[in-house]
């Protein structure tokens, strides 16, 4: 059985997507967020050109910072974002 998690987009990666957010049904296949990356690429064109290169991005489970390699565990949400500069 299933559980849903909540992907955040942020800056450029939210323009392109043209989402804000999205709730996202995962199988128990699904433990790290390289595998939510995975679902979510088989979306379509859109989704694997702004998520496939994820040199590019940034992710955080529940507002912690987290890698690709990262367990979703019983996490509610999954923010995607690019990395931040700062001035």
Not at 20 to 46: F, Y
């Amino acid at each position: 059985m299933g559980r849903s998690i909540n992907i955040v987009y942020f800056a450029w990666v939210r323009e392109r997507l043209g989402l804000d957010n999205e709730s996202v049904l995962l199988d128990e296949k699904v433990r790290t967020i390289a595998d939510v990356l995975t679902l979510l690429n088989k979306r379509g064109v859109a989704y694997s050109e702004i998520l496939s290169d994820v040199t590019k991005l940034r992710f955080a489970l529940d507002q912690d910072y987290g890698t690709p390699a990262s367990l979703v565990g019983s996490a509610k949400e999954l923010a995607i974002f690019p990395p931040v500069t700062g001035g």
